[in-house]
């Protein structure tokens, strides 16, 4: 039962996260494992870069470590990119449901 | 065995014959009924009836689903030290509903595609500071609206808000209306706003 006051567009809230069991059917665990592995990529991935952007802000970072670490990062979403279309999965695939605690992402 | 469901202030009518009120130290008032089993239904009959009786109490602090005693005297036992407590979280949330706001990026970011290391970085920076400007200002603008707010922090960078606010029955509409006219001057924005709730983030410790 969801009671909507107001809305604007599409809000992601995890509904379609992962699972929290990983399903062993041979034809699915391949893209489930991929899901998981994913997702804890997206999520260092995230992290790390939220960290760099940090020490950007408060300067403590010098110009040629922003420039390769803007690579760095560029690259590995492209690469993240190619990899979520390579196993048919989308944005919002990449998370998990944490229960009570929500979803990671 | 018994189920808590929730403790009541000014209940009008019980929703359910099942249910009966156990009244504790303090003059806290209890809301219990037989214990069900750990089913979906039973989770969703525990939510139903915790919400109507929120319609039909001025003030309701909801217990989790599966709070179950093996008596009235367990009970009493139980929050028997809590009692003054929970009276007083019972009047901060008097006459309130709970209303949950969600919101994400309703626009793909500019892409990021040829451009250079530094200027990645910077187009990054600059998105997540507008990012964190637009969930405080409309933070801002609905904490004046309510009495209370409990915030889940972004882990990361899906939902840039998610919040709860305890909002007086009376101010609902004026705080939809903040809300919609918030996400009208706000286009690249998506955002939904839930509720009214029985005050379910604002019964526990925080």
């Known amino acids: 039962m969801t009671r909507v006051l107001t809305a604007q567009g599409e809000v992601v809230a995890g509904p379609r996260a992962l699972p929290r069991r990983v399903s062993a059917d041979p034809e699915t665990v391949e893209r489930g494992l991929a899901q998981l592995v994913l997702t804890l990529v997206e999520l260092l991935r995230q992290l790390m870069e939220r960290q760099a952007l940090h020490r950007m802000e408060r300067g403590t970072l010098t110009d040629e470590e922003v420039e390769r670490l803007g690579e760095t990062f560029m690259k590995l979403a492209e690469r993240m990119d190619e990899l979520k279309a390579e196993f048919g999965l989308r944005d919002e695939d990449l998370n998990l449901d944490l229960g009570p605690l929500g979803s990671l992402l | ?206």
């Open chain 2, 1 to 206: 065995m018994i189920q808590l469901y929730a403790f009541v202030r000014g209940l009008r009518e019980l929703p359910d014959t099942d249910l009966k009120t156990v009244v504790l130290a303090h003059a806290l008032t209890a809301v219990v009924g037989p214990a069900g089993g750990d089913e979906r239904d039973d989770v969703v009959r525990h939510g139903l009836l915790v919400q109507a009786l929120a319609e039909s109490a001025d003030a309701v602090l909801p217990a989790r689903f599966g709070e179950r005693f093996a008596d009235t005297a367990a009970l009493i036992a139980a929050v028997e030290e809590r009692c003054g407590e929970l009276q007083q979280r019972l009047a901060e949330v008097d006459g309130c509903v709970e209303l949950a706001v969600r919101v994400g990026r309703a626009r793909a970011e500019a892409g990021t595609r040829g451009l250079d290391g530094s200027a990645y970085m910077r187009a990054r920076l600059r998105a997540i500071t507008a990012d964190a400007a637009a969930a405080e200002a409309l933070h801002a603008l609905l904490r004046r609206r309510s009495r209370d707010t409990v915030v889940t922090p972004p882990v990361a960078s899906q939902l840039l808000h998610d919040a709860c606010y305890l909002v007086e029955r009376d101010r609902v509409d004026e705080f939809a209306r903040s809300v919609e006219t918030y996400a009208s001057a706000h286009p690249e924005l998506s955002l939904v706003c839930t509720g009214p709730w029985a005050p379910a983030s604002f019964a526990g410790e925080r």
